[in-house]
């Protein structure tokens, strides 16, 4: 039983093209999160939300567009990528009595 | 910046050993927590020490909150090789519903066998 899911582990794609990754949880948990962690290991959060509301929206270019369809459910869609973006893009997700989170294991997003 | 930074950046030690990371902040917590990650997989929540907690034990963790010096240590004791990994500890500054973590750039252990 897998707690929190991400599809596709990798993806390899080319410089403008768009690409989504999709995530879901089944520990009922009320809040979800994208995480950007780059070649040193450095995890930044990029967005969160909590019950389908967006909540945390960091400096993250326009280009990264998060949709949560219901609140177990967090994609993320991105448009035009760039040779940038490739990092490993986790999902997690927590109840918000500021409880651990639970990850993903992660996409692995390769531009080239 | 907020970020946890953890000490050392990498350590290596024999099985049977202990290990000991630490972690600083800079501005005022809710809680601390620490998470290892194994290489190619996600982050796997370890414990949660609350701010006004000074230790907590799970198993052969033990971690200690010292919010005087915005510093936090993770010890793991009677290290095995299947300890080997990275080791980050996050941090919760957060107000209200902006629940976040703020994650440092995390210590790489080794253990030899």
């Given amino acids: 039983d897998t707690a929190v899911s991400q599809t596709p582990k990798y993806l390899v794609t080319q410089m403008g093209n768009d690409k989504s990754i999709k995530c879901e949880q089944n520990l009922g948990h009320d809040t979800m999160y994208w995480y950007k962690q780059d070649s040193k290991k450095f995890l930044k959060i990029m967005f969160s939300y909590n019950n389908k509301e967006l909540i945390i929206n960091e400096t993250v270019p326009n280009r990264f567009s998060p949709k949560s369809p219901d609140k177990a459910h967090l994609n993320l869609h991105i448009n035009s990528l760039e040779l940038g973006d490739s990092a490993v893009y986790f999902c997690a997700s927590s109840l918000l009595d500021r409880a651990g989170y639970t990850f993903g294991s992660g996409t692995r997003l390769t531009v080239v | ?113």
């Fill in chain 2, 1 to 113: 910046s907020q970020q946890g930074e953890e000490d050392p950046q990498a350590l290596s030690i024999q099985e049977g050993e202990n290990a000991t990371m630490n972690c600083s902040y800079k501005t005022s917590i809710n809680n601390l927590q620490w998470y290892r990650q194994n290489s190619g997989r996600g982050l796997v929540h370890l414990i949660l020490i609350r701010s006004n907690e000074r230790e907590k034990h799970s198993g052969r963790l033990r971690v200690t909150l010292d919010t005087s010096k915005k510093s936090s240590s993770l010890l793991i004791t009677a290290s095995r090789a299947a300890d080997t990994a990275s080791y980050f500890c996050a941090t919760d500054h957060s107000g209200g519903s902006n629940y976040k973590l703020t994650f440092g750039k995390g210590t790489l252990l080794t253990v030899n066998p």
